[in-house]
């Protein structure tokens, strides 16, 4: 169960990591015939990483567990494989609750770990050989073991198992759970290998310009076919995002992961800082009750970042989460903004927008009244902003637009159902 979070400086406890720095990478000649790339010149600028106060957002804070790029801060020389006493066995944790893994031990007398690849807030993360099935690869979270995650460890197994069971042919596009077994008291849980995520495949094969449009078209199939399934389940995800999205080493297959947030659609308790905050819906941030329509939002905000190769609503804070997305989506319904828990933070009395920002002479806090709201920014204008597009690249595109405006409704009841997105022009036409 997630626990409420006061939201009363959210600019300074609001913290994200990956989402907050886009690396400008260049990118090698040679593609996958998948993977195309576009020919738009773009830039991207550097966004500074903000990490101040000393409140974390725990649900913002989710690394990449899987990127073979990836060093945790809390990364240990026992962990890179440097030999260590076995028989010591009250040195199995650290301070924090991490099993210290050691390259080249054995788990549940099959599992031979060769590689340690990270870790994040609720596991760190090891491939192994599967000696029980030919020394296949196999992914292993292995579950820190603190007070926190003891409580819903069982419960993110439940999880997971559920959505494989609902799924026995795996067509919906959700991550395969094998199997889980405990060691020295930490849930492991054992998951089929992918290459990488999305983040990563944004980076090597789109330049900072995003990805072609026929690979956008069928990750944005195959991400709301994993939707289909969560509904399906009762079960929210509560972090989509590039990160947690892992593909296949053709870069045809992708798989949702990482469900260290998910829970029972039920299980809704109001905190400001559920999911990641660049893909935050806006009744998240408001204090409003919410259900399956948070994955579809945050849908939306992924697709735009693959096709776009930047992120849509780059807010500093929650505050500045709503300027960002209403900049492009124009005023929230007041009914929306009444029923808000966390109205008072955003918005007078008159439903004028109260706009907190750093003042660049003074370094202080100011607050802005905006009593006038209207969308100022075309997101089709940022999806085709130099170059002409061939007729029928630029149909799909338009479609695409379509498709986003209606998953990225600011009203969370009127956003698109899952089955009637599966069957928009974007996905049935193919280019």
């Known amino acids: 169960s997630r626990s409420n979070s006061s939201s009363s400086s959210s600019s300074d406890n ?4 990956e989402e907050d720095r886009k690396d400008a ?6 593609t996958v015939p998948e993977i195309e790339e576009k020919n738009e010149n773009k830039t991207v600028e550097d966004a500074e990483t903000k990490k101040t106060g000393d409140l974390v957002d725990m649900f913002a804070d989710t690394e990449d567990m899987f990127s073979e790029n990836y060093n945790s801060p809390g990364m240990r020389r026992g962990l890179m494989g440097v030999a260590e006493n076995p028989n010591l066995t009250d040195n199995w944790d650290d301070a924090e609750g991490y099993y210290r893994v050691r390259i080249g031990e054995t788990l549940d007398k099959r599992y031979s770990v060769y590689a340690y690849k990270g870790q994040g807030m609720f596991s760190n993360v090891v491939m192994c050989r599967d000696a029980a099935r030919g020394n296949t690869d196999v992914a292993i979270k292995v579950i820190r073991n603190n007070d926190m995650m003891l409580k819903n460890r069982n419960e993110r197994a439940r999880i997971l198992r559920k959505l494989n069971d609902s799924d026995p042919d795996d067509k919906f596009h959700c991550l395969r759970l094998f199997r889980h077994f405990y060691h020295k008291q930490h849930l492991c849980l054992v998951f089929e290998p992918l290459s990488m995520n999305l983040r990563e495949v944004l980076k090597k094969y789109g330049k900072d310009v995003g990805l072609h449009i026929k690979a956008v078209r069928s990750y ?56 990641s905050r660049f893909y935050r819906a806006p009744e998240i941030i408001l204090g409003l009750g919410y259900d399956h329509n948070i994955d579809t939002w945050s849908v939306g905000c992924t697709i735009y970042e693959l096709y776009t190769g930047k992120i849509l609503f780059p807010g500093t804070s929650n505050n500045d989460m709503l300027k960002t997305i209403m900049d492009y989506k124009g005023r929230i319904p007041n009914r929306m903004i009444r029923k808000g828990m966390f109205k008072d933070q955003h918005f007078d009395s008159s439903f004028n927008f109260l706009h907190h920002e750093m003042d660049k ?13 209207n969308a100022t920014k075309d997101m089709l204008a940022d ?9 029928d690249q630029l149909r799909k595109v338009t479609q695409l637009k379509d498709l986003l ?11 698109i159902p899952i089955n009637q997105a599966l069957t928009h022009p974007f996905i049935t036409e193919k280019i």
């Open 383 to 391: 999806m085709v902003p130099y170059s002409r597009l061939p007729e």
């Open 405 to 415: 405006d209606k998953l990225l409704t600011l009203d969370p009841s009127k956003r």
């Open 25 to 30: 990478t260049v990118r090698n000649d040679s």
């Open 220 to 275: 944005t199939q195959q991400l709301l076919l994993a939707l289909k399934l969560l509904r399906k389940c009762s079960i929210l995800h509560a972090d989509i995002k590039p990160d947690n999205i892992l593909v296949n080493e053709s870069k045809m297959v992708l798989k949702l992961c990482d469900f260290g947030s998910a829970s029972h659609v039920s299980e809704n308790d109001i905190t400001p800082y559920l999911v």
């Open 14 to 17: 609001d913290r994200q990591t």
């Open 361 to 373: 002479i003074t370094q202080r806090e100011k607050v802005t009244c905006i009593t006038s709201i």
